[in-house]
């Protein structure tokens, strides 16, 4: 069995467990890591998504196969963007890490959260923010999210979170969703017009993007020289879905943009492009596009890991969190 037919293996497996659309790609070596980065109590009390089960013993929700649930997020700098130093941790059952430095300087760390502690808070979309340039992390707290459309099933939650802040200071949260009477899971979004993190993002009642007979799961969007590119995996396929919009609501899709890696992280305003953090081969690794369109893959690797989000600090250094499971080892 290929490596890529054993991760498929294990993705199905996850999926069966969970009935969601996604678990993460991750290549074999786990970061080495120095002192954990401090974790800060939270600003707010965290408001659970729904109400646990009455008398469930803690930890018992959590299946005992290997799966996204048993994810580790860690973080790294650089100075340039491409040789990031050693990983700290950062928040332990988290995975698909997503980065956004706001316009007053916040750092906020999306991701889906899969609690032991609390059922209320498995497998939803959450964040912790820093005020220290990533030092320090509130705790996780689920992202709140009205007038989403009713799921497929109840299985079905809204995940793989990418968080982005317009002009106008607004913040729009995309994400994978499969709704009620839809064939696939498709990009959804959902938006905070006063830019506040802890109130409610509205959901647009209908896709982003759709693309007949394919699940988009994890999507990247990044607003770039007044045009909105989002970017999107393809499982077994050296292709990576790319579509653009003029108000970031709709999407048209784009060619497929074709490299040796997979557009399985985040891509970040580069200053005169774009630079797309994904995973493949080397662990972590990057391209640079000066449109959005063509792409040349950056050499070498940035971290060994998976799945990274990425932001640039006040001082130009860059922020990375990445995923450091391996889902292509033998069950535990």
């Not at 069966?16 to 109590?41: D, E, H, K, Q, Y």
């Not at 020289?225 to 292709?239: A, I, K, L, P, R």
């Not at 040349?296 to 940035?302: I, N, P, Q």
Request: glycine letters at 10%; a negative charge; charged letters at 15%.
């Amino acid at each position: 069995m290929t490596n890529r037919q054993a991760f498929l293996a294990a993705t199905l497996l996850g999926l069966a467990l969970l009935g969601n659309g996604c678990v993460r790609s991750v290549p074999p070596s786990a970061p080495t890591t120095s002192t954990p980065a401090t974790v800060a109590s939270p600003a707010v009390t965290a408001v659970p998504a729904s109400q646990p089960t009455a008398n469930v013993a803690p930890g018992s929700w959590v299946p005992s196969t290997r799966g996204p649930w048993d994810g580790t997020l860690y973080r790294a700098t650089s100075r340039d963007g491409l040789s990031f130093g050693s990983g700290t941790l950062v928040l332990k059952r988290a995975g698909v890490p997503n980065l956004l430095r706001t316009k007053d300087g916040r750092i906020i760390l999306t991701y889906q959260y899969f609690s032991d502690t609390d059922q209320s808070m498995f497998d939803v979309i959450s964040y912790s923010a820093s005020d220290d340039d990533g030092a320090t992390w509130t705790d996780p707290k689920a992202i709140m999210l009205s007038e989403l459309p009713a799921p497929l099933d109840e299985k079905k939650h809204p995940m793989d979170p990418t968080l982005v802040q317009a002009d106008d200071g607004s913040l729009r949260l995309y994400f994978t969703y499969h709704a009620s009477g839809r064939q696939h899971a498709e990009l959804y979004s959902a938006t905070n017009a006063r830019g506040d993190i802890a109130g409610t993002f509205v959901a647009n009642p209908t896709p982003a993007l759709s693309i007949a007979d394919k699940n988009l799961l994890d999507p990247s969007v990044v607003l770039f020289d007044g045009t909105w590119h989002h970017f999107s995996w393809q499982d077994g396929s050296d292709d990576n879905f790319h579509s653009t919009s003029a108000d970031g609501l709709t999407f048209a899709r784009q060619a497929d943009v074709n490299l040796p890696m997979d557009f399985l992280g985040q891509a970040v305003s580069a200053g005169s492009g774009i630079r797309m953090y994904g995973t493949g081969k080397g662990g972590i690794i990057s391209a640079f596009s000066a449109d959005g369109f063509s792409w040349k893959t950056d050499s070498g690797s940035r971290a060994q890991g998976a799945d990274p989000g990425v932001t640039r600090l006040a001082d130009g250094t860059y922020l990375m969190v990445y995923a450091a499971a391996n889902f292509n080892e033998a069950p535990r």
